[in-house]
Structures are given as structure tokens and as C-alpha cells.
């Protein structure tokens, strides 16, 4: 509706001001999340200006996480998933609420003894166990998020516990986490956490440490998650 074609080929830089114009339509709600956009030829044709203006413009909303490509179906308005920061939840209990279908590549699920850091990240003597685990988290086949995480032996001995979901392991044998504390922090994907998230080198990705506990006060994960930024929201409720 708001992409006329005045407010788009007056300017040097066309490409520029679609992508602008679009975003635009999209952040103020003009076409929903989810739904698709005229095809590029309709666009060009809907607007006067060239295809290639608008596969560059259309190209840079993509790169930016505000359209999303699917090979064949066309270029769609991307969902974003909005994820609360007050619930102490796991990465499956959030994708089942929403109905999405969760699932883990591991690159590591093994025992071993703790390392320095690792040790004042759960409180742990030099010389216990833990267990590490570093997995690629998918919804469906899309990744969403990288972790490492580790657990001490004493609470989760055998990493092959851990089938999918970490928690569900640790609800298995009684410890639950109860309270964690998260540090969030904005960073660019290099190039292999890039490739692994199938997104574009420099894309933002949220890094957050979380440190859980159960009721007796041990650790019991210290992880450490990377998000893509292109697709999350974190919210939190605020009181005074
Ligand atoms: C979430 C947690 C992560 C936890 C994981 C367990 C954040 C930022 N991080 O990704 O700390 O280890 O869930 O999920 O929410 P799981 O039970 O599916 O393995």
C-alpha cells in the first residue's frame, strides 16, 4: 500500500529508498509476519523501477533478517520468535510452546575432568568431573543457537543422558534448575558460527551465560548460548 512509486524512484539511490519503503511496511505492521511479498517482477512492475533494484533491495532486507527466502516458495515477511527473560524454561520447552519441533546436533557429550574456568564457573574443587556438551539447536531443520555447556558429574554423571533436552535429563534425576543468572551480550558471528547458523558473516548474534542452581544452592550449568539476533526477541517484564 505505502510503496507507491513517487516515494521510491525520486531518489539517486532507488534501491535504497525500497528497502527503506519496505522495511518500513513491515515494521509498521502493513503486511504480517509470515506472509509473502509480490513476486520481484510484480514489484518492478508495480513500481517502474528495474528488477535488479529490486533484487537488491529485497537482497539487503534479507541480509538484515527483515525477509527471509524459501528456494522455490518466494520471499516472505520473516517471523520473529520472542523468547521471555524471566522464565527459567529450556531451548525444547520454549520451541514446543510455540509448536515448533526441537532438535539438537552434538559435536560434543562427553566426561572429563573440570578445567580452571569451568571450575569457578560451578563452584566445583579442581580435579571433579563434568560433563560438556556442545550442541547446534535446531527448530525443525532451521538453527537457531549454539551451546556449550557443562554440567558437574555429581549431578548428571553419564552424558549420554542427555538424549535431546538437557533438562529433561536433569529433571530425571531430581535437579531441576530452580534460579539461574544470565548475562546478555550483542555480538558479530564469525565466519563458523556463521556457517553453522546458515546466516551471513557479521550477523548479530545474542551471547548469553547462563548459570543455573537447584534448591540446595549448587551449580548446576553453566552455559554458555549463542542466539541469532537476526531471528530473536528477549523480553522482560519490568515492575518498579
Ligand atoms: C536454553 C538456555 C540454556 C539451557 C538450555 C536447555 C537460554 C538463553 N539458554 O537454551 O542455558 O542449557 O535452554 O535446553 O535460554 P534443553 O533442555 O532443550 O537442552
Known amino acids: 500500500r505505502r510503496l507507491c512509486r513517487d516515494t521510491v524512484t525520486r531518489q539517486p539511490l532507488a534501491y535504497l529508498r525500497l528497502r527503506r519503503a519496505i522495511r518500513n511496511v513491515v515494521e509498521q ?27 537488491k533491495a529485497i537482497g539487503g532486507l534479507v541480509d538484515e533478517g527483515v525477509l527471509v527466502q524459501r528456494h522455490g516458495a518466494g520471499t516472505f515477511v520473516a517471523e520473529r520468535i520472542v523468547k521471555p527473560m524471566s522464565r527459567l524454561t529450556s531451548f525444547t520447552e520454549d520451541l514446543r510452546a510455540r509448536g515448533l519441533n526441537p532438535r539438537s546436533e552434538f559435536f560434543e557429550r562427553s566426561l572429563g575432568e573440570v578445567t580452571p574456568e569451568e571450575s569457578m564457573a560451578l563452584n566445583l574443587s579442581p580435579g571433579a568431573q563434568v560433563i560438556r556438551l556442545h550442541r547446534l539447536r535446531y527448530a525443525e531443520d532451521e538453527p537457531l543457537a549454539i551451546e556449550r555447556t557443562v554440567v558437574p558429574a555429581s549431578i548428571l554423571s553419564d552424558p549420554m543422558a542427555v538424549h535431546d533436552s538437557l533438562y529433561e535429563a536433569l529433571d530425571h534425576v531430581g535437579c531441576r534448575p530452580r534460579r539461574a543468572l544470565q548475562r546478555l551480550r550483542a555480538v558479530l558471528l564469525g565466519a563458523q558460527q556463521a556457517r553453522l547458523l546458515h546466516v551471513h558473516v557479521g550477523t548479530a548474534g545474542l551471547n548469553i551465560e547462563r548459570r543455573s542452581f537447584i534448591d540446595d544452592g549448587r551449580v548446576v550449568e553453566f552455559t554458555v548460548s549463542c542466539y541469532r539476533g537476526d531471528i530473536y526477541d528477549f523480553v522482560a517484564e519490568l515492575a518498579e
Do not use: K, M, N, Y
Not at 503486511?31 to 533484487?55: H, M
Open 29 to 55: 505492521g502493513d503486511i504480517e509476519a509470515g506472509s509473502a511479498l509480490p513476486s520481484e517482477r510484480d514489484l518492478s512492475r508495480l513500481l517502474e523501477i528495474s528488477r535488479v533494484t529490486v533484487r
